[in-house]
């Protein structure tokens, strides 16, 4: 893998705190939650910040990719900040959290979260937002802390792994480590081994970055709407984004390629 070109925080378009650090490697963003003396627990500083970073993404950008500093990927909301919040400022705290978590879920590039050690409550909300997780552990303990999901993961995980399995964890704090989480939960589409997460998601960003950005654009913003929909309004859009996919002029000098043999069909592996 080649070097990553640092960016910091007031070099990206938008100045950014120091909790969170860029790097550019080619059309490719990565951000680093950079709390790991604190699990890289989400402070509202850092959750800001991250809507800042996502709100801001330079057009040379094609893709992006999420991770932890240290060892761990994101512990969940930064308790601290909690513990004598009033009724007003709990709403203030699930509205920034649900509000991010739309603008990653709804970027305008494809976002990888590499997740290693901890992801639990708000960071498996995070996780949730995501396109494409490579695996980690699991863990939704907010029943056991007398707190309830905020940032819209009692929306986003049912649909993705089922409300039993939700509760289940919610209610008894139950863990699922990576392997069970990938087979059983199919929460993470990647399963690698330790320390290998943060090259197999650049690795992912960079193929995704050479599809046709509008193809891409087309598929993170339609698909989740299109499962939301009746089926028959689902069919609908789906022609809409066909119309406006093939219509693109670099489809069409793709498809072009490939009839003239010049690009390669699809292989295994």
Known sequence: ????????????PTPLPSCLSVKRQDNIAILTLDRAAKRNALSDELVLGMQTFF???PPDVQGIVMHGAGDNFCAGLDLNELKETTTAESFDTSII????????????????????????????ELA?????????????PEGTRGIFLGSGGSVRLPRLIGAAAVMDMMLSGRV???QEAHAILRLSQYLVE?????????????RIARNAPLANFAIIQSLPRIVEQDPQAGLFTEMLMVGIAQGDEDAKARLRDFLDRKAGKVQRG
């Not at 893998?1 to 990206?12: R, T």
């Not at 979260?113 to 960071?123: F, K, Q």
Request: aromatic share 6%.
């Open 55 to 57: 709100s801001s993404i």
């Open 176 to 178: 699922y480590e990576a």
């Open 1 to 12: 893998m080649s070097d990553h070109a640092s960016v910091s925080g007031a070099q990206w």
């Open 194 to 206: 330790p320390g290998m997460g943060l090259e197999k998601g650049v690795e992912l960003a960079a």
């Open 97 to 124: 959290g649900q509000r991010l978590n739309d603008t990653i879920q709804f970027c305008k590039v494809p976002v990888i979260a590499v997740l290693h050690g901890a992801v639990i409550g708000g960071g498996l």
């Open 128 to 140: 949730a937002a995501a396109h494409i997780r490579v695996a980690a552990y699991y863990a939704l």
